[in-house]
């Protein structure tokens, strides 16, 4: 054997190894859809196309590692009902009857309510039910409290999965949209 052989080899098989040690840690499977672990999630920020809140199927990781698909309201809605293939709902599960939501398409769009005092842009009379004492853009800081209970600690995070669903059936309830006016943390 040469003098370069050995370092040649030694060489390769560390680099095989990262290989293997990454394949590893990523669990992929040969073949296997990657997107089967999706969550629904939604923020109250403004999207890009300048909707009010928007809608996302996030597959959970690190903040780094986390990948985000954004969808619009009526992907968000269709899919989450299941009558819409989703990476988020590959079995067609209506996660609304699940979750006992009896309107979904008016608490998906009654959102920014827990955002805004009033409807933004001027396009609406309409109250919403921030207490934000600041802002008229921002739910006061014992409402963001209330928030943090469905994992948004700051007003860019998404809400993911199960409390997104959890989230909007209790805004369907007369009693928490109360409470949360007021900002006193109830259920």
Sequence with gaps: MNRFAIPIIVT???????????????????????????????SLTESASGAIT????IKPGS???????????????????????????PTKKNFFKEYTIKR????VNELWKLRYRSFPYGMSNEEGWS???TTFFLPSESQMQILKKYGMT????????????????????????NNYKMGVEGN
Excluded at 16 to 42: C, P, R, W
Excluded at 54 to 57: E, K, N, S, T
Excluded at 67 to 78: A, M, R
């Design 54 to 57: 928007h809608f996302a199927l």
């Design 131 to 133: 207490a934000g004492d």
């Design 12 to 42: 390769i098989l560390c680099f095989n190894t990262l290989i293997i040690s990454a394949q590893e840690k990523e669990n992929n499977v040969f073949g296997e859809n990657d997107f089967t672990d999706y969550l629904f999630a939604f």
């Design 154 to 177: 700051r007003m860019g995070d998404y809400v993911v999965g199960e409390n997104a669903f959890k989230l909007l059936k209790n805004m369907e309830d007369s009693t928490w949209i």
């Design 63 to 89: 903040s780094v590692r986390r990948k985000v698909k954004h969808i619009t309201l009526e992907d968000f809605l269709y899919q989450a009902s299941g009558k819409m293939q989703s990476v988020a709902n």
């Design 104 to 107: 979904p398409e008016v608490v």
